[in-house]
């Protein structure tokens, strides 16, 4: 899951896993909508290699038939291979897992409750989302004062073990689980075990809720960006496996065809190449039908390359912080503060414990693992009735509380690795607890509560980082939105902090992650989707990035939290900017792709015939020659620019085409913010729209001056700025 800090059980399992189940992708011919011809054509594929149509029946899983021809089987290595050697199949993919990856939030991000939106249209909007399911009993998701679901939807909703149905607000509940391995951690329906979904749907689409806190902090009005619009649940992600590349698969089959308008995924994307990335191939299915794909950029930054969801026809989203921190007050025996956040219910009982620090209190020969707190290499002698200074580590933070409590300790303070830097989460401990910055201090804790107006956003170190692995041609990520802290519904179990020992239950919890940042971005897509329904996911992406901000509250350059020196964050950290939900609504100009575009920007990055079917899908598509398309030329709303550290290569131009959606008649000027080292040359200098719709073409121009920078990196932007607009594309120069 794209929360932070899962635990690494996830990975044996990945494992075991890994050789049992394919994805047989077809596509040759195409679709078939009726449901026995295609399962007959899957079948008889099938049967061509099991020898018999008895085993190819025993290893057909599902056939994939209503957006796409595909379907899913387990095979051997063998059989795999042969299959991938038949004239009708496109590809053959082995099934791999996948992790997953408020209140406030809306009114930080200028979106406030009573703004002002046409809630018949976007009580129209259908949002989907493919995460570990729903609680239906929350008052995010009641269904009162709204309509039946709108006459488009094709969707289905039945009724499952402990799940009390749909209604007007969760108009759709699946699940899927086609390995067929039993998880007593979860339940075969939509109901959601873990919360994670159940988060991300409230803060997409939740209704408005009053007196939304936990445990008092960040009270306020809870709400998702489109509380009127209705909640497709399509649960991919199990409590012990994951989330399945068949179930992923099976989920986008489902959600096309039914009719949703936005899919979000907070879910970990697939490696350095499209055709075996399944989010990626569901998506550009998708966008096909015009429905936009918002996915999460991951949490194992600051590390650069670590972006996933990099696919250009995705939405890809950072996570950032908001103004809203809960401090937990530290109070040392010298006198002075310190302050950290946590959130804790517990109030100290006397004013002043003992500190020790992790490694002081180790049984012999475990001071690693002691510094880490690690279950049972703390000496209970020596932890009881003092507060552990830990270092945060492999446990989820309130995973380290708990073994701090176990070996007899009145509290925690846990302290951030040095990629973490100074980044603060909340995590909602069983025992006072507070996490500080990367300084050592040498206590009692006092909880103070919920402060508003810090610098906000700042990057959060967990954030994925660009440029992608994939396609370093298109800076990734897109955009940030908050994703540190976040207040949303939560299922009645589990415990707010996931530990089996902690009883408590809560309505509403906080937590941290992209998986938290994407659904404001699907919300943000649903809206504009609602106020421009003739607005291709494309031009849907580009609205929300040129109209990003790079600047915070405090009117300084958004920082990074994992960097100690006075840098400003830069496009590979959130792409484009902070999301802006008022200029994104009316952004001057947009970026249009065509689904050829995306297909010609394959031929650039050299796949070849059978692996662009994966994606035109029976189009049998032809590349031109490579020395006509370029990658740079995609229709991209920002720039990405990459030179030879040999200097082959020291200039290129590319071409890009804006459309207007602003006010007529009206001029724009480019205005070039050169990135060190680079110089940029635009033409022509001014576009005049006299039209609503009418399209213009732009070159720009950029020539490496001397070598690569200290950093092999550098950054501007590109700006067309009208009387009333400010369209801004980024430039990022790598030297590779
Ligand atoms: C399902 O309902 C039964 C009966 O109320 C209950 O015992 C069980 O814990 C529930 N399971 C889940 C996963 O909520
Ligand atoms: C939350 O705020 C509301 C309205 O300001 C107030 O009535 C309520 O008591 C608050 N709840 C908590 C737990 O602070
Ligand atoms: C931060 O400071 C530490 C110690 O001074 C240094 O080792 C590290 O490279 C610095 N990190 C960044 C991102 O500047
Ligand atoms: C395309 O590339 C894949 C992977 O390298 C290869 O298996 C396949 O045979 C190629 N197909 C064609 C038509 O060249
Ligand atoms: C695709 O087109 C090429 C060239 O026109 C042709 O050789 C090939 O047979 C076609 N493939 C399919 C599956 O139709
Ligand atoms: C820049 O690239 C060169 C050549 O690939 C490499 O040797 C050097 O370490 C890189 N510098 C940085 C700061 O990454």
Known sequence: MWSKKISSSFLLLFLLHLILFY????????????????????????????????DAQESMVYSYKKSFDAFAAKLSSNEAKKLERMDEVLSVIPNRYHKLHTTRSWDFIGLPQKARRNLKTESDIIVGLLDTGITPESKSFKGDGLGPPPA?????????????????????????KLDGNPDPADILSPLDVDGHGTHTSSTLAGNQVPNANLFGLANGTARGAVPSARVAMYKVCWASSGCSDMDILAAYDAAIHDGVDVISVSIGGGGSSYVSDIIAIGAFHAIKKGIITVASAGNDGPNLGSVLNHAPWLVTVAASGIDRDFISKVHLGNGKDVSGVGVSTFSPKKNLYPIVSGVDVAQSSQTKEAEFCFEGALVKKLVKGKIVVCESGLYMPAGTGEKVKKAGGAGLLLLNSDAEGEELIADPHILPAASLGSSKPSASLVFQGSVYGNTAPVMAAFSSRGPSSAGPDVIKPDVTAPGVNILAAWPPKPSPSMLKSDKRSVPFNIISGTSMSCPHVSGLASLLKSEHNNWSPAEIKSALMTTAYTINNKRSPISDVSSNSSQPASPFA??????????AADP???????TEDYLLYLCSLNYNSSQIALFSNGVNFTCPGTSVVQS??????????????????????????????GSIPSTYAVQVKEPAGVSVSVEPKTLRFKKMGEKMSYKVRFVALGGATSTNSSF?????????????SPIAVLWI
Request: aromatic fraction near 12%; include cysteine.
């Open 23 to 54: 994805i047989v992708y077809l596509g040759a011919h195409p679709v078939n909508n009726e449901d026995s011809a295609a399962s007959h054509t899957h079948m008889k594929i099938l049967s061509s290699v099991k020898g018999s149509y008895v």
């Open 152 to 176: 488009k939807w094709k969707g289905t909703c039945g009724h499952f073990a402990n799940f009390s149905g749909c209604n007007n607000k969760i108009i759709g509940a699946n699940y899927f």
């Open 574 to 583: 959130f792409g484009s900017g902070h999301v802006d939900p008022e200029s």
């Open 588 to 594: 001057g100009l947009v970026y249009d792709i065509t």
């Open 632 to 661: 740079g030329d995609l229709n991209y709303p920002s720039f990405s620019v990459i030179f030879d550290h040999d200097r082959r290569k020291t200039s290129v131009t590319y071409k890009r085409t804006v459309k207007n959606v």
């Open 716 to 728: 501007g932007s590109l700006t067309l700025v009208a009387e009333k607009y400010r369209v801004r």
